[in-house]
């Protein structure tokens, strides 16, 4: 099982600029599994924020070893939609940069089979992170 991260969106230009908070991070209790959670702090913020420092680390170093994934809470939900079981097999055309993707592998490995899954991007700059 994979935790998942949501990160809060930053401000529009021009908006007023949000002060960094140390809030616990929140479980997003609509996702299945218990395994998604909500820091409310942008990924600028996160970066720029000393107190926030050893935080960043950990979701940086955790992202690269598959550990966790960072997305929107929005871009969650398709997935959910989909109801992707083990054994279906999976054709995503818009598949950069894998967030999405991601949660269906994770769906199509909760059970035994070989997952399906065929991704596409037409976005060269965007698949690399696949």
Not at 92 to 119: N, R, W, Y
Request: a neutral charge.
């Amino acid at each position: 099982m994979c935790v998942h991260v949501v990160l809060r969106q930053a401000a529009a230009k021009g908006a007023a600029a949000h002060k960094a908070t140390l809030e616990p991070p929140r479980k997003l209790d609509w996702y299945p599994g218990g395994s998604a959670w909500q820091l409310n702090t942008t990924r600028a913020e996160l970066r720029s924020t000393p107190q926030l420092a050893r935080v960043f680390d950990f979701v940086k170093t955790e992202d690269a070893a598959g550990s966790i994934t960072r997305q929107e809470a929005v871009s969650m939900v398709p997935p959910l939609f989909l109801d992707v079981k083990p054994g279906h097999a999976v054709l995503d055309m818009c598949a950069a940069p894998g967030s999405k993707t991601f949660q269906l592998l994770e769906a199509l490995h909760a059970g035994d089979g070989e997952p399906q899954v065929c991704i596409c991007d037409d976005c060269t700059r965007r698949c690399s992170v696949l």
